[in-house]
């Protein structure tokens, strides 16, 4: 009785009358006293606990991680996009003044407008490609 004092301690308290009575079927089909089935509920409760409280941890580690490793790559891409859609708009208002200037007979709005479309063609099947 030494020995069970030393690695246990007694506690006390109440369940209701289902629980009691389900412990005692559980009791009789497993060969162990309702002693052993509760303390083998509580380790795997605790065990459980303390897995989701580090899963929680981890989980908040592992997306700070991928905030700050992303946060650089992402500030660069917009910069690119940025800097691709002003060369774009520059290039773009550099032709209609060429045109202008040459006094075309083209209509310099139907130019834009096909480019327009054939610009927003080649986005939708590099989306779409089939």
Do not use: H, W
């Amino acid at each position: 009785m030494e020995e069970k004092s030393k690695r246990y301690k007694r506690i006390s308290f109440f369940i209701d009358i289902q629980s009691n009575d389900a412990l005692d079927k559980l009791s009789a089909k497993s060969n162990s006293n309702k002693s052993e089935i509760i303390r083998k509920f509580v380790a795997e409760g605790l065990t459980v606990k303390t897995t989701r409280d580090d899963l929680d941890f981890i989980c908040k580690v592992i997306s700070k991680q991928i905030e700050v490793t992303l946060k650089k790559d992402i500030q660069r891409i917009v910069s690119l996009i940025i800097k691709n859609t002003f060369s774009s708009q520059n290039t773009n208002y550099l032709c209609m003044e060429l045109l202008k200037e040459n006094k075309s007979i083209i209509d310099i709005r139907e130019i834009k407008e096909k480019a327009d479309r054939y610009a927003a063609d080649y986005v939708a099947k590099k989306a779409n490609p089939k």
